[in-house]
């Protein structure tokens, strides 16, 4: 349930109750037609599939927190705090990077001063 306050107020943690419920919501929709005989095949195919797919993502991000924390700790210099890997939260962002093919994600939020021109 979401409390109205005397002001009318909305706060974040409304939303992310209504968020979290619409989704539920979308899952107990999935669940019910399984039951039809015309989608049961296909959301039974559904679901196998996102067993799969969450099996295979659990070890992605153990093997990506994995290279994360060894890249710490090869690459970790303390003269210089504005590294990629001057910290644990930012050697996972820049191995989650560097998954996709990005091998100079530094630069696209640390410019150098004076550099200019376009970003692509």
Avoid at 6 to 29: E, R
Avoid at 75 to 86: A, G, N, R, Y
Wanted: glycine content about 6%; charged content about 10%; some cysteine.
């Amino acid at each position: 349930f979401v409390f109205a306050t005397p002001c009318s107020c909305v706060y974040n943690w409304q939303w992310q109750i209504g968020v979290v419920s619409v989704f539920l919501a979308w899952i107990m929709l999935i669940t019910f037609l399984q039951k039809w005989p015309l989608t049961g095949v296909y959301i039974l195919m559904f679901l196998n599939i996102i067993g799969s797919f969450l099996k295979i993502v659990f070890l992605a991000v153990l093997l990506i927190i994995a290279f994360a924390i060894a890249f710490y700790m090869l690459l970790f210099d303390p003269t210089k705090m504005h590294t990629p890997f001057s910290n644990p939260g930012r050697a996972l962002v820049k191995v989650m990077a560097m998954t996709t093919g990005e091998l100079d994600y530094n630069s696209l939020y640390h410019q150098e001063e004076g550099a200019e021109g376009i970003a692509f």
